[in-house]
C-alpha cells in the first residue's frame, strides 16, 4: 500500500525558513517523480514545485522559485521542501504527491497534509 | 503564466448530467487530468489522459477533449459526488504544472 506522510508544518513568521518532509513506503521510490502541491485555506490547489526520479532535474512555480528547494534522499525514501524567506501568501496546507511516472506529471496518490502558517 | 479556467460552481439535480468544463491555450497539446476533493480529504484522481477513467472510479465519470476546453461529464450525479473538481494539466513545455481554480458541484 502507497504510503505519504508529510511532517514539518508550523508557525513561523515572515522572512522565516521552515523544512517540510515526506516520508514515502509502499512502491519503488526511486523510480517516480515527486511534486509538492499547496492548498490555502479555502481557496484551491496551487503546484509547488516537482523533482524527477533521480533527483537531477527540478521545477518550480514561479510563485515560490528562488525562494523554496525541493530535494530527495532515495536511501531514505523522503522528499524535502526547504521554504526560506516566507510570506503570509505561503500560508497553507502543503501535500506531497506521487508521480504516475511517464513523464506526463499527473498524481495518483497523496498525503494528508501538513499545516504551514506564517504570521507574525 | 499560463492558466486554466474553471466556473466556480455547478448544481443539479440528483440522477442529473453535470458538465464541468475547463479552457487553456495549452489543452489541444497537453492531456487533462480531473481531481475530485471532498472536505477535509486529499484530491483523488477521476480522468486522466482526458479521458481515461482510474479503476475504482465509477463509470458514471467521464471526460472529453475538444479544441481549448476539456469537460468533465458525471452522469445520474449522487449525492456523493458533491465536492470540489479541479482540472490540472502542464504548460506548453510540459514541465509546470498547472490547476484550474476549481469548482463546487452542489447536488441540490
Known amino acids: 500500500e502507497v504510503q505519504l506522510v508529510e511532517s514539518g508544518g508550523g508557525v513561523v513568521q515572515p522572512g522565516g525558513s521552515l523544512r517540510l518532509s515526506c516520508a514515502a513506503s509502499g512502491f519503488t521510490f526511486d523510480d517516480y517523480a515527486m511534486h509538492w502541491v499547496r492548498q490555502a485555506p479555502g481557496k484551491g490547489l496551487e503546484w509547488v514545485s516537482l523533482?524527477?526520479?533521480?533527483?537531477?532535474?527540478?521545477y518550480y512555480a514561479d510563485s515560490v522559485k528562488g525562494r523554496f528547494t525541493i530535494s530527495r534522499d532515495n536511501s531514505k525514501n523522503s522528499l524535502y521542501l526547504q521554504m526560506n524567506s516566507l510570506r503570509t501568501e505561503d500560508t497553507a496546507l502543503y501535500y506531497c504527491?506521487?508521480?504516475?511516472?511517464?513523464?506526463?506529471?499527473?498524481?495518483?496518490?497523496w498525503g494528508q497534509g501538513t499545516l504551514v502558517t506564517v504570521s507574525s | 503564466s499560463y492558466e486554466l479556467t474553471q466556473p466556480p460552481s455547478v448544481s443539479v439535480s440528483p440522477g442529473q448530467t453535470a458538465r464541468i468544463t475547463c479552457s487553456g491555450d495549452a489543452l489541444p497539446k497537453q492531456y487533462a487530468y480531473w481531481y475530485q476533493q471532498k472536505p477535509g480529504q486529499a484530491p483523488v484522481l477521476v480522468i486522466y489522459k482526458d479521458s481515461e477513467r482510474p479503476s475504482g472510479i465509477p463509470e458514471r465519470f467521464s471526460g472529453s477533449s475538444s479544441g481549448t476546453t476539456v469537460t468533465l461529464t458525471i452522469s445520474g450525479v449522487q449525492a456523493e459526488d458533491e465536492a470540489d473538481y479541479y482540472c490540472?494539466?502542464?504548460?506548453?513545455?510540459?514541465?509546470?504544472?498547472?490547476f484550474g481554480g476549481g469548482t463546487k458541484l452542489t447536488v441540490l
Open positions: 490540472q494539466s502542464a504548460d506548453s513545455s510540459g514541465t509546470h504544472v498547472v
Open positions: 504527491a506521487k508521480d504516475t511516472g511517464g513523464g506526463m506529471y499527473y498524481f495518483d496518490y
Open positions: 523533482i524527477s526520479g533521480d533527483g537531477g532535474s527540478t
